[in-house]
């Protein structure tokens, strides 16, 4: 049996008050307990004037565009922006940038305290790194397609994704968690046939699934009535064949339309939505993946996230891609959001970082919080102002970054 202590001025378990001069023990990858240090302990490893909190859960990325950082500027138009990604998706390049960008998601998002991702990605290289990645993984295989492109086996073949999926068993137990589920990109880029597929594919198999959802307003006027910048970009991309037919209805009734509401979804944005749609969120078990300095990249309005919190949906953190942010870290999120946002207390977004985004995963019962049990999985920040009383404010106002970063106990940054 291993046995390792941690000793730390500020351990911070999220569940609870922070814990002055902490002792973190941990058995077997597991926390075992958290309390006050009562005593110098010589097997006690010291991390000194540092917070010691759970590891932090990206609930949105595409780490197969980490190559993309800085590339693709917003000049006021989200359909340009999509036309310029496509022009230098990393998967239109040699299988090599592929494979980096990812390896390099995962660098990036290791070094900034993040234990768990949820990643969208295609293809064999992001499954086995996936698999391979030293932290939690929840990747989305993305299937998407309308028109034309359904006639495309390589991305419409359920047949070919389910041979992929077994590809990766789910592992709840051991070092890291690692799943696998789906994720139909959006309601303007993937047929209603898809997204039917998806549903009844989760229903099945009881996989996660993910969607990016009421992303922009043109979004919003692709489905009423199948005009607007969306149209005119599948026209340009070759892709409209006139057989969508809009449902006339938001983003969020044309998915619970679909059934999807039902597999506790996990909905990318969901930016645009009117009190109608907060409501049927409400109703349903869904999480949403905000991506606030995305959200500022793109000049969209303000996110209803406290509104929703209000209502009791859960509301975690994602990064989205370096395409349209500056770092993998989530810790930025939550520090950007609090120099942003006045009303909303520490706490919640503490729990934005952590706990909501393990609840999103499904897999609370394991990480996202510091509890006896639970996986020790853990990011040591040092203090900003080593004589705070206040180690929450400290580490959402201030500008340290991670010092180490433990999964299962074991030191994986730096190694
Ligand atoms: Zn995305």
Redesign the pocket.
Known sequence: MSRILFDARWIMPVSSPPIENGRLVIENGRIVSIDRAAGRDRSAIDLGDAIVLPGLVNA?T?LELTACRGRVPYRGSFVDWIEQLTIINPHNGPDDLLEKSIGEGFKQSITAGVTTLAD?GAGPYVLRQWSRAPINTVGFLEVLGVGPMLCNDHLRSFGKVTELFQSIADVDSGENLKRVGISPHAPYSTDISIYREAVHFVGQTGRHICT?LAETREELQFLSDGTGPLRDLLERFGLWDGSFEPPGCSPVEYVRQLGLLEHDPLL?HVNYVDDKDLGLLAEHQCSIAFCPRSQRYFEHEPHRYREMLARGINVCIGT??LASNDSLSVLDELRFLRSQDQKISNRQLLEMGTIAGAGALKSDGQIGTLESGKKADLAVVPLNNPATTDPVDDLLTGESVSSSVYVSGKRIYPN
């Open positions: 949105h595409h969208i990016h990318v989205d891609s």
